[in-house]
């Protein structure tokens, strides 16, 4: 296996196809609402970094994992990170190892700081970016000329595009489903707003005392600790991949 082979669905290596698929048949839209379903998936360390240190990129999980992370992208309809994984990674978010859709990059991003180096802007699918209503109109401006699409939202009073409005909005355009990948920050705002359906965690069998999953502790912001229920788990090449869906209760 070479991580430049292109998967089709149903051959991800190591079994990663039959996760796919169960994660699929989670993604229905929430009873009632419009609101997206959302997965949360990223790689970890043993130890629950995912970085070594904020603002320097690194491969955590194998080759096997990461066809399966893509294969993961291209079932969503859209896919999610910070302006933090952008400046410090510029990822592409597309599905270059399987042959499948790209979903529709999103960014949160008050300020507008998203760089116009970006490896989303030479995509076919430009990304959008949720940012402030306060956001400066001239950089605005040029990130229209530029591809990008932008939607002004309220701030939290902490900081950051407050995620309610957000997930009505995307279910107004017709977001059904959204993969969101990280960093921390971002992992922690869905997961202390209860905006999470599944989480799909990807642990790679080595140490790296860097930067966790979660960049706060969630006692002081969720009334309750969320566990994970239904979980199962599946070994990817050397890696081990847990799925579950968060149990509020
Ligand atoms: N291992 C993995 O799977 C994985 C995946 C992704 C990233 N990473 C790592 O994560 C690190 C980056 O994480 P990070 O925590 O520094 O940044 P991040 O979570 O990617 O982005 C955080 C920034 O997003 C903006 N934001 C806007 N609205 C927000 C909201 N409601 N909640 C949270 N953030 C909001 C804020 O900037 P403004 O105030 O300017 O809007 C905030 O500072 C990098 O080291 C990267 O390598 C690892």
Redesign the pocket.
């Known amino acids: 296996m070479t991580s430049t082979s292109v998967y089709s669905m149903d051959s991800i290596p190591g079994g990663g196809s039959v996760l796919v698929e169960h994660v699929s048949t989670k993604l229905s839209r929430n009873p009632g609402t419009n609101r997206p379903a959302v997965t949360i998936s ?3 360390s043993i130890d629950g970094s ?2 070594a240190r ?5 491969a ?1 999980s194998g080759d096997a994992s990461r066809i399966m992370t893509h294969a993961l992208r291209s079932i969503h309809d859209s896919i999610l ?5 952008v400046l ?2 510029d990822p592409a978010l597309d599905v270059r190892l399987v042959s499948g859709k790209n979903p529709q990059p999103i960014i ?4 507008l ?1 998203f760089p116009f180096y970006s490896r989303m802007l030479a995509n076919g699918v430009k990304p959008w970016i949720a940012a402030a209503r306060e956001a400066d109109g001239s950089r605005r401006q040029m990130l229209e000329k530029a591809g990008v699409r932008v939607f002004l939202l309220p701030s ?1 009073p902490g ?3 407050d ?1 309610d409005t957000f997930m009505k909005r995307m279910g107004d355009m017709g977001v059904r489903s959204i993969l969101v ?6 992992i922690t ?1 869905f997961l202390a707003t209860r905006f999470v359906d599944q989480f799909v965690i990807t642990i790679a069998p080595l140490f790296l005392g860097g ?1 966790r999953a979660l ?1 706060r502790p969630l006692d002081q912001i969720a009334p309750r600790l969320p566990r994970l229920k239904n979980v199962s788990c599946q070994k990817l090449g050397a890696d081990v991949v847990i799925r579950g869906e968060p149990d509020w209760d």
């Open positions: 990223y790689a970890q995912i970085s904020a603002g320097r990129p690194l955590i990170v910070g302006i933090g994984t410090s990674d949160l991003d008050s300020r700081r939290c900081g950051g595009v995620l990948e990280g960093g921390a920050q971002v705002s930067y960049d």
